[in-house]
Nanobody
Framework: QVQLVESGGGSVQAGGSLRLSCAASVYIYTRHCMAWFRQAPAQERDGVSASAHGSTRTSYADSVKGRFTISQDNAKNTLYLQMNSLKSEDTAMYYC????????????????????WGQGTQVTVSS
């Protein structure tokens, strides 16, 4: 069964840091483009960052470039999102997502392209 399990969300003051984790089943992790999306109340689900297994290429939304870092731990089949210099506008539910990947681009532009989703983890940044 396909599974994505996020953790690491919480409440933090502006300027602080959090690290989100997404534990994936082996099958997903080794053949998929993995991404982070976020959704604030009454807002659309927006892409944050993406990374494909075995690839060094990463992509980031302009709003998080220089502050967020996506990474993978192959031994643990886990995707991470290190979030530094957090701002109040980063407050949202953060979701891990995956889609089949056969090479080429791996980005977090369209949520509809991703078929597998975790349950989400809440990030709240207070100013």
């Amino acid at each position: 069964q396909v599974q994505l399990v996020e953790s690491g969300g919480g409440s933090v003051q502006a300027g602080g840091s959090l690290r989100l984790s997404c534990a994936a089943s082996v099958y997903i992790y080794t053949r998929h483009c993995m991404a982070w999306f976020r959704q604030a109340p009454a807002q659309e689900r927006d892409g944050v960052s993406a990374s494909a297994h075995g690839s060094t290429r990463t992509s980031y939304a302009d709003s998080v470039k220089g502050r967020f870092t996506i990474s993978q731990d192959n031994a643990k089949n886990t995707l991470y999102l290190q979030m530094n210099s957090l701002k109040s506008e980063d407050t949202a539910m953060y979701y891990c997502a995956a889609r089949l990947w056969y090479g080429g681009s791996c980005d977090a532009v369209l949520a509809v392209n991703f078929g597998y989703w975790g349950q989400g983890t809440q990030v709240t940044v207070s100013s």
